[in-house]
C-alpha cells in the first residue's frame, strides 16, 4: 500500500490497527504474538504503536511514536514481563500531532481496577461527550476517541455488575465509527460499532482466541480466522472461552467500502470479501467502464496493483510494470530530510524506462485526492518516453468529507469538487482519465454479509455526522506560543 504517511500526498490516511490476544495455553507469549501481529497492521498506521501486556490485572504499557520496529526494543520486551492478555495498536494521527500520551493502547486506572483500551474509528458526538464528561470533572489528557471512550466505561461502571454490561451500555452513548479492544483485569473484549464501520476479527490458535482489525494479522500469529465480530456486538473472552452480546446489533450496517479499495491489506478477507478480489473486480470493472486500446496495463503500487491486474484479464491487455516503490523510506525521510514534495516523490516511486519507452500504458491507482501524485506519475511516464497514458482509477471520485475515521476532511481541497474529470485529465497532463462508478464500486464487495458506506463518494452518510466541532482548547493555546 501505499500508506506512506507525510509523503503520501494523494492517498488519504489510514487511521489505526489493533490486536488483542487472551492466552489459554502455557506456551503461547503474549507479548511475542501481540509484536507479531503489529507488524501485519503496520500499514493501517505508522505514527506511533504500543503494547499493554495485563498479568492478572497488573498491567504494564510500552508505546511510543514511531513504527513497531521504531518502537519496541529488547528494553521493552523486559519491561513488558508475559501475561494471559495483551492488547496492542498502531496508528496514523489525521493531523500529525501525536504526541506519546495520545499513543495507544491507553492505560487507565480508576475504582474497579485497570483498564487498557485500544481504538479505531472517529466517533461523531466527540464534542457533545467532551463537553459533558469535562462538566463532569473529567480530565483529559489525549483528547482522543480512546480516551474518551474509556471516560465513557468509567463513568457507567459502577451502575452495572460487570464490565461487559458496562461496554454494552456505553455503547448507546458512542455515535459514529469505532472499533474497540479492551483489557479489564481478567478480561479480553473486542466491540464493533453497530454500523460496523471499521473491521474487526476474531481468531484462534491452540485454544487462546484473538481480536484484530484484519485477518492478515491472525495469519501472521498463526491464528484460524473463526469470524468477523457482527456490526454491534460485543465479543468477551475469559478462562470459559468467547462470549457474545448482541444488543446493539439491530440497526442498518455500513462498512467503509474504502477498506477494499485502499485501506486494508490485500490478503485480508473483510465481512466474506477478500479484499484482493475485490480490488481485481474492481479493476475488471474500470476496464468494461473505461476501455481504450492500450500495450500495457500497470498499476501504482501497491493498491493499484492487484486492479491493474483485473484491468489486464478483462481488457485483454498485457500486464505489466511501470512503476518502482522505494519500500524502504521512513517517516524521519520526510519529517526530518526533505520537505518539498516532488523531492520526495522522486526517491519513493520511480518509472522503470525500459518497460514504458514507447509503449500506450494504461496505469491504475486507487484513488485521487488532490492529484499532485497522479500528475507527478504522468509526467515521470512521459519523461521516460510513454507514447500515451490513459489514468484509471479504482475508486469514484472524492466529493465528500469522511467523519467515521478515515483522513478526507476537507470538502474544498478535493480536486474533483473543483473540476470536471475532463478538465482533470488535462491538469494531471494525462490522454485520457476515468474513475471506477459508485455502482461499480459497490459490485466489488457484493459478496459482504454487511450493508456498505460510500458516503465520500456519493454525499449518502448512513449515520448522523458532527454537529459540533471538536476543539482542542489546550494544543491550540500550546501552538499560539
Ligand atoms: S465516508 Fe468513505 S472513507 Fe469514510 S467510512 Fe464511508 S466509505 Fe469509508
Redo the contacts with the bound molecule.
Keep these: 500500500m501505499i500508506s506512506d504517511n507525510c509523503y503520501d500526498f494523494d492517498s ?1 490516511q489510514e487511521e489505526c490497527g489493533m490486536f488483542g490476544i487472551y492466552s489459554s495455553d502455557e506456551d503461547i507469549d503474549t507479548v511475542k504474538e501481540t509484536y507479531t501481529a503489529l507488524y501485519a497492521l503496520q500499514h493501517r498506521g505508522q505514527e506511533s504503536a504500543g503494547i499493554v501486556v495485563n498479568d492478572g490485572g497488573e498491567m504494564k504499557c510500552v508505546k511510543n511514536i514511531g513504527t513497531v520496529s521504531e518502537t519496541f526494543s529488547s528494553e521493552s520486551f523486559s519491561e513488558l514481563k508475559n501475561g494471559k492478555i495483551a492488547v496492542g495498536h498502531v496508528c496514523y494521527s489525521p493531523q500529525n500531532r501525536l504526541t506519546p500520551v495520545a499513543a495507544q493502547p491507553l492505560l487507565m486506572r480508576y475504582l474497579r481496577g485497570s483498564l487498557a483500551l485500544a481504538q479505531n474509528g472517529a466517533l461523531t458526538n466527540k464534542a457533545q461527550l467532551h463537553k459533558r464528561l469535562e462538566q463532569g470533572g473529567a480530565m483529559f489528557q489525549a483528547n482522543t476517541n480512546a480516551e474518551l471512550i474509556a471516560y465513557v466505561i468509567a463513568s457507567l461502571r459502577l451502575n452495572y455488575a460487570t464490565i461487559e454490561e458496562t461496554v454494552v451500555k456505553a455503547m448507546k452513548e458512542l455515535e459514529g ?1 469505532y472499533s474497540v479492544i479492551l483489557t479489564s483485569p481478567s478480561l479480553l473484549i473486542g466491540v464493533r460499532d453497530p454500523n460496523g ?1 471499521r473491521p474487526l476479527c476474531i481468531g484462534k490458535k491452540k485454544n487462546s482466541y484473538v481480536i484484530a482489525s484484519e485477518s492478515c494479522a491472525l495469519d501472521a500469529v498463526g491464528a484460524e480466522f473463526i469470524r468477523d465480530v457482527e456490526p454491534g456486538e460485543v465479543v468477551v473472552v475469559d478462562e470459559n472461552g468467547l462470549r457474545s452480546f448482541r444488543e446493539n446489533c439491530s440497526g442498518k450496517t ?1 462498512m ?4 477494499y479499495v485502499y485501506v486494508a491489506r490485500p490478503d485480508s478477507v473483510i465481512d466474506g470479501v477478500s479484499v484482493y478480489m475485490a480490488r481485481q473486480k474492481a479493476g475488471r470493472i474500470l476496464a468494461q467502464e473505461h476501455p481504450v486500446e492500450a500495450d500495457m496495463v500497470c498499476g501504482v503500487p501497491d493498491s493499484g496493483l492487484s486492479a491493474a491486474l483485473g484491468y489486464s484479464i478483462e481488457s485483454g491487455i498485457p500486464y505489466g510494470t511501470a512503476l518502482i516503490k522505494n519500500k524502504y523510506i521512513g517517516r524521519s525521510f520526510a519529517q526530518k530530510k526533505i520537505s518539498d514534495r516532488e523531492e520526495i516523490l522522486k526517491v519513493k516511486l520511480n518509472v522503470l524506462k525500459a518497460g514504458v519507452e514507447g509503449k500506450r500504458i494504461v496505469i491504475i491507482d486507487d484513488s485521487i485526492i488532490h492529484g499532485a501524485t497522479c500528475a507527478y506519475i504522468v509526467k515521470i511516464l512521459r519523461a521516460a518516453g510513454a507514447k500515451e497514458i490513459h489514468m484509471r482509477v479504482s475508486s469514484p471520485p472524492f466529493l ?1 468529507p ?5 483522513d ?1 476532511s476537507d470538502k474544498s481541497s478535493l480536486v474533483s469538487n473543483m473540476m470536471s474529470t475532463q478538465q482533470l485529465c488535462e491538469k494531471i497532463g494525462a490522454d485520457s482519465l476515468g474513475f471506477l462508478s459508485i455502482e461499480g464500486l459497490h459490485s466489488i464487495a457484493s459478496g459482504a454479509k454487511v450493508g456498505l ?5 456519493s454525499g449518502n452518510y448512513p449515520a448522523p455526522v458532527p454537529t459540533e466541532v471538536f476543539e482542542d482548547k489546550f494544543a491550540r493555546k500550546i501552538e499560539k506560543k
Design positions: 488519504p465509527a464501520f455500513s467503509c467500502l474504502f477498506e465528500n469522511c467523519y467515521y475515521g478515515i478526507i458506506c460510500d458516503a465520500c463518494f
